[in-house]
């Protein structure tokens, strides 16, 4: 399968706790993306990613995240002391980037649960 | 703040009859995409109309865009239950090339 891929698919911590998910794009891919995800609400963006150049973060973000794509393939995001809030669907995209936009590949998703 | 809204926010139909979703946005934009998500799985891209483009289509699907009005829809003709998911519009920002904002969402369930 070379699709994007996210592990765990499910994580339950307690508050306070440090929590890291990972995603790995598809292989030629140069752009990967991180959103968050609640019900019933559309994905929101976090932050992403050229190679391994981070472009942007949310300003909503808050500093107990962070995001790294060392070597410009697979991506790391991190998410210290964890809060109730902080519980949602992580979701991980990638694309090759396009002056025009570019379809997003999506990842099943990291579901964190904080307890 | 989100960029884009879906319209309505959830949509009953029969097998069969077409469906139209809308989508309003704020600011100037590169494109914008449509994807679709089944409950419980992830996001499927289904097409991008680019801001020079007034419509798409892809099989079912037709997407329009009038960027004057700042609005697009998206149109699935005959319907089929396997249609039932939410879609989101996805917004293509101007001054960032690939990176897009997503609105709420239309849940669309097809009826049998």
């Known amino acids: 399968d070379t699709g994007v891929s996210q592990n765990p698919r499910h994580k339950i911590t307690k508050r306070g706790q440090n929590v890291t998910f990972r995603c790995d794009p598809i292989?030629?891919?140069?752009?990967l993306y991180w959103y968050r995800q609640t019900l019933g609400q559309g994905p929101e963006f976090l932050t992403y990613?050229?190679?391994?150049?981070?472009?942007?973060k949310s300003r909503l973000l808050s500093d107990r995240f962070s995001a790294e794509r060392p070597k410009g393939s697979f991506s790391t995001l991190e998410i210290q002391r964890t809060e109730q809030g902080d519980s949602a669907m992580y979701l991980c995209?990638?694309?090759?980037?396009?002056?025009?936009?570019?379809?997003?590949?999506f990842g099943p998703g990291t579901r964190l649960t904080v307890l | 703040s989100q960029q884009g809204e879906e319209d309505p926010q959830a949509l009953s139909i029969q097998e069969g009859e077409n469906a139209t979703m809308n989508c309003s946005y704020k600011t100037s934009i590169n494109n914008l995409q449509w994807y679709r998500q089944n409950s419980g799985r992830g996001l499927v891209h289904l097409i991008l109309?680019?801001?020079?483009?007034r419509e798409k289509h892809s099989g079912r699907l037709r997407v329009t865009l009038d960027t004057s009005k700042k609005s697009s829809s998206l149109l699935i003709t005959a319907s089929r239950a396997a249609d039932t998911a939410s879609y989101f519009c996805a917004t293509g920002i101007k001054t960032s090339y690939d990176k897009v904002i997503f609105g709420p969402g239309t849940s669309l369930s097809v009826i049998p």
């Open positions: 292989s030629e891919h140069n752009r």
């Open positions: 990613f050229q190679n391994e150049a981070q472009l942007e």
């Open positions: 995209a990638s694309s090759l980037s396009s002056l025009q936009g570019s379809e997003q590949f």
């Open positions: 109309i680019r801001s020079n483009e």
